[in-house]
């Protein structure tokens, strides 16, 4: 009987202790810089809202611009062990056992501190885009340049077609809209 007993307290105890501990997992961290300011990184273990995971310690591997470290974390923040140089970028990767979680920043460096942008990857797809974009509107502008001043050419020298009259048309044109 007191064996069983014995049994049941050891089970509700091992559940207990199990419920209220939490995983030691890294979904989401954002990137600040050291608060002794030595030139290094600080890497912050954050909820989906963005805020410090506290409870996260013990280290875990992260692969930076594809070397990797060991990364230990005292609640929830762990340090970069090299200073950074000079402005760089650097692209974060930590890999879970569901998932991976990569961030790029670009980290500007100044002579008193780290300043870490964060770069979105939708961006990478939109600016490039939108170069294309302008460049091909670009070239069908030119295009349509080159074709309107052959045209004027020809008619200025074949039929005495002058740029003045043409601006003038266009007054007189005006002038009838009001």
């Not at 030691?24 to 030595?38: A, G, H, P, S």
């Not at 942008?117 to 170069?131: D, E, S």
């Not at 349509?144 to 052959?150: K, R, S």
Request: hydrophobic share 45%; proline share 3%.
């Amino acid at each position: 009987m007191i064996n069983r007993l014995f049994q049941i307290t050891v089970c509700l105890l091992l559940t207990y202790l199990t419920t209220d501990a939490q995983p030691q997992r890294i979904d989401n961290f954002i990137v600040e810089e050291n608060l002794t300011k030595n030139g290094k990184l600080a890497i912050i273990a954050v909820d989906s809202a963005e805020k410090p995971l506290e409870n996260i310690n013990g280290t875990f591997v992260f692969n930076l611009n594809g070397f990797q470290q060991d990364l230990a974390f005292h609640d929830g923040i762990a340090v970069v062990k090299h200073p950074l140089e000079s402005s760089t970028f650097v692209f974060f990767k930590h890999k879970n056992q569901e998932k991976s979680v990569g961030k790029l920043y670009y980290v500007h460096k100044s002579a008193q501190s780290l300043k870490p942008f964060k770069i979105y990857g939708a961006l990478l797809l939109i600016i490039p885009g939108a170069i294309l974009l302008i460049a091909y509107l670009f070239k069908r502008f030119l295009t349509t340049f080159v074709v309107l001043a052959v045209l004027y050419a020809y008619f200025h020298y074949t039929k005495g077609l002058d740029l003045s009259k043409i601006f003038e048309s266009i007054l007189f044109g005006l002038k009838g809209l009001f």
